[in-house]
Structures are given as structure tokens and as C-alpha cells.
């Protein structure tokens, strides 16, 4: 069997720490005096925690100095790290973990591929961090999704070449950077929103042993 590379995303596709990512947002916009709402939540999927504020605060605008900036990302990170240390493996997404276990079992690489500062910290929450060969999260990359960067370095520290790349992703960019990269893109979520990857899933209880099969040897 061929080795290929599959990298995951981490929000939306491992677990849903969008819903404490939307949590933490909200009460920092109504400490500022406005709302946040779910809707606009959505659109934050997949983007960098800086390029999230800069967003927020033109939706309430608001105008804040740099150091206030700084102070704002970091009392939401604290607060999102609360709910992040609440986390355990209940949260983990239907049939994540088979589809990892299988992976491993047939030695494929195996890597993260995140925008999130905070990827080491849930991993470990959840108790997933060893079935990682490698990560590459927001602490390593310098351009967001819709850029390759995050995957391209996934595949360069898996030492696979992107075309032998396979990424799992639930946001819009994610899906254009894998495209960009020339990896295949798997779509995880709606087909409405996703329509650009190269195969869809709801999740990975529709993924079976046969289709990761057949992408491999491909
Ligand atoms: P942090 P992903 C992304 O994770 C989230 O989807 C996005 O909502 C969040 O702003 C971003 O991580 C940064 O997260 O504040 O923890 O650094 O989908 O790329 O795994
Ligand atoms: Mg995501």
C-alpha cells in the first residue's frame, strides 16, 4: 500500500469547540456593548484568532487602540481556555477516532493542520495528542486559510509530497486552501456549504474503510 499524508483540521472536524469559541466572543462583544451572534459565528470558522477580533469589532463598530486589541484577545482567550479545560474524549466527533486508528494501523501519516493557538492543549484534552505524527497549528503559520501554508507545512513535515495529500476540513477556506495546495479536499458538514471539495461527508460515520482504500491507492 502506497503511504499517503491526511491532515486533519481541528475545529469542526475533531471536535466542536466552535460553540466555546461563539461563547467567550459573545460576552467579550457585550462587554464592549454590543451583540454577537451565531450567524456571525459562522463566518469566523477556520479564522485566525486576530483576523476574528478584527472582524467582531467592525460589526460592533468599534475602534479600539493597539494595546486594547491585545488585552481583548487575550481576556477571550482566557475565557475560551476555561471552557477548553472542561473538555474530555465524550466530546470527540462520531467515528474520529476509528478513522484515525485505521490510518495508523495501515501506516499512513498522520498530521494536524489548524489555525487554532490552541490545537496542543484540546488534543491532549481529549486525550487524541499521540495519534498525531505531526502538528502544525497557529503557532507555525503566518498566512490563514484560504492560504496552503498550514497544510503545505503539514505535508512538508510529514515529508509527503502535497499531491499525496489528503485533508479533512469544515470551512469554506479550508477547503480552497487544500484545493490550492493540489491535495484532495475532503468536505466535512453540508454539501450546500462545501459544494468545493472534492468529496463530502457529514461526518466520518459515512467514511468507511473502502473509500480511505480507494483515495490511497488512487
Ligand atoms: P485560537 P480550526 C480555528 O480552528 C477555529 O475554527 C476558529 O474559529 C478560531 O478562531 C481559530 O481556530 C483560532 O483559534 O483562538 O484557539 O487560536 O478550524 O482551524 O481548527
Ligand atoms: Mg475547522
Redesign the pocket.
Known amino acids: 500500500m502506497k503511504t499517503k499524508g491526511f491532515i486533519f483540521?481541528?475545529?469542526?472536524?475533531i471536535v466542536d469547540?466552535?460553540k466555546y469559541?461563539f461563547l467567550a466572543w459573545k460576552n467579550l462583544a457585550n462587554s464592549l456593548g454590543f451583540d454577537f451572534t451565531e450567524i456571525q459565528n459562522e463566518q469566523?470558522?477556520?479564522?485566525?484568532?486576530v483576523e476574528?477580533l478584527k472582524k467582531i469589532l467592525a460589526w460592533g463598530n468599534t475602534t479600539v487602540s493597539d494595546e486594547k486589541f491585545q488585552e481583548l484577545m487575550a481576556l477571550k482567550?482566557t475565557e475560551?481556555l476555561e471552557f477548553i479545560n472542561k473538555m474530555d474524549d465524550s466530546e470527540i466527533l462520531p467515528d474520529v477516532p476509528r478513522v484515525l486508528d485505521y490510518l495508523i494501523e495501515i501506516k499512513q501519516g498522520v498530521s494536524l493542520g489548524?489555525?487554532?493557538?490552541?490545537?496542543r492543549t484540546i488534543l491532549e484534552k481529549v486525550h487524541l495528542l499521540s495519534k498525531f505524527k505531526t502538528i502544525v497549528d497557529?503557532n507555525d503559520v503566518s498566512k490563514a486559510?484560504p492560504d496552503p501554508e498550514v497544510f503545505l507545512n503539514a505535508a512538508k513535515s510529514l515529508n509527503i509530497k502535497p499531491e499525496d495529500c489528503v485533508v479533512f476540513e469544515?470551512?469554506v477556506a479550508?477547503i480552497q486552501a487544500a484545493n490550492t495546495a493540489h491535495m484532495v479536499s475532503i468536505g466535512i458538514g453540508s454539501k450546500d456549504v462545501l459544494h468545493e471539495a472534492d468529496y463530502i461527508f457529514n461526518d466520518f460515520t459515512e467514511i468507511s474503510t473502502e473509500f480511505i482504500n480507494k483515495i490511497i491507492n488512487n
Not at 469566523?44 to 484568532?49: A, C, D, F, P, T
Not at 489548524?114 to 490545537?119: E, G
Open positions: 483540521d481541528l475545529d469542526g472536524v469547540t466552535a469559541h469566523l470558522k477556520g479564522v485566525s484568532r476574528s482567550n475560551y489548524s489555525a487554532s493557538k490552541n490545537a497557529g486559510k469544515d470551512s479550508g
